[in-house]
């Protein structure tokens, strides 16, 4: 464990993700909570707007985001399976804390901050809620954690510990290198319609301006796109494949949605490869 590992919060910011939305009253009253028990703690809220349920969506949004944001305490709750048998957890590594379910939300995010150091499932009732609701563990046990952690409680202290490897993991995506291009899933489509996919930046970089664009299972149906640096590469209304902010290949649209031009979703497999002649 290093010195700069946190098992302790002391923290001067939590950070928020859920599927909440902005409708009701969810992401008020985990505020609320965090500021009762830990008032001079900063929350900033990472998206409320996650797809109800797509953990992969959270996941994929809470990694590309806690690099950026202070050392502290990472609440997320995408939770589909709350009030089951699924744990709660926190994790220590060695730029912050996060705490959430073991349905794999948390674990991309934990490898962007250097790794799992240290586990805990949350049994600590003294940490939560008095009453803790079968449906609403967000309010009565992820942030009433966070908000101890924050104002400098130990992670022990939140429950007893597990070992990282019976952490639940997420599927690896499908990203499989071809000798004239690649195949990747569609990780995530972004507010802008932009079509995100697993498969690293670097692998764009042999292929040349003009590329192919095919749904696997779809040999049939094929797209053209620029091999450009950004979205004004292409013609307006035109495909550009580039890398992302996140270092991963991404699909755009310069002026509209990628993700409705090419009739895609998360999970869909794409094979992008050379024109014929190129």
């Known amino acids: 464990m290093t010195s700069r590992t946190r098992t302790t919060g002391s923290a001067e910011v939590v950070s928020l993700t859920t599927d909440y939305g902005l409708a009701d009253g969810f992401v008020a009253a985990c505020h609320g909570v965090i500021a009762r028990l830990a008032p001079t703690v900063r929350v900033i809220d990472v998206t ?52 959430g379910p073991d ?8 490898a962007a901050l250097g790794g799992v150091t240290g586990a805990v499932e949350l049994t600590n009732p003294r940490w939560q809620a008095d009453r803790v609701s079968a449906t609403f563990h967000g309010r009565d046990v992820f942030a009433p954690v966070a908000a101890r952690l924050a104002a400098g409680g130990a992670l022990a202290d939140a429950g007893r510990a597990v070992d990282p490897s019976t952490l639940i993991r997420l599927p690896d995506p499908v990203v499989e290198v071809l000798p004239d291009g690649f195949t990747a899933e569609v990780l995530t489509v972004d507010h802008f319609g932009n079509v995100q996919l697993a498969a690293a930046a670097e692998l764009l970089l042999p292929l040349p301006d003009r590329i192919r664009i095919r749904r696997v299972g779809e040999e049939s149906w094929e ?48 094979r992008i490869d050379r024109l014929a002649g190129c």
């Open 103 to 110: 349905n794999g939300l948390l674990l991309d995010a934990a």
């Open 48 to 99: 409320h707007l996650v797809p109800p349920g797509d953990v992969r969506r959270g996941a994929a949004v809470l990694a590309q985001t806690v690099p950026h944001l202070p050392v502290g305490v990472h609440v997320a709750v995408v939770d589909p399976g709350v009030g089951t048998a699924r744990r709660g957890i926190a994790l220590a590594t060695p730029e912050g804390l996060l705490v």
């Open 223 to 270: 797209r053209t796109a620029v091999h450009g640096r950004t979205f004004g590469d292409a013609p307006t209304g035109a495909l550009v494949a580039h890398a992302d902010s996140a270092g991963r290949v991404a699909l755009s649209v310069n002026g509209g949605r990628a993700a409705e031009l090419l009739a895609v979703t998360a999970g869909t497999l794409l």
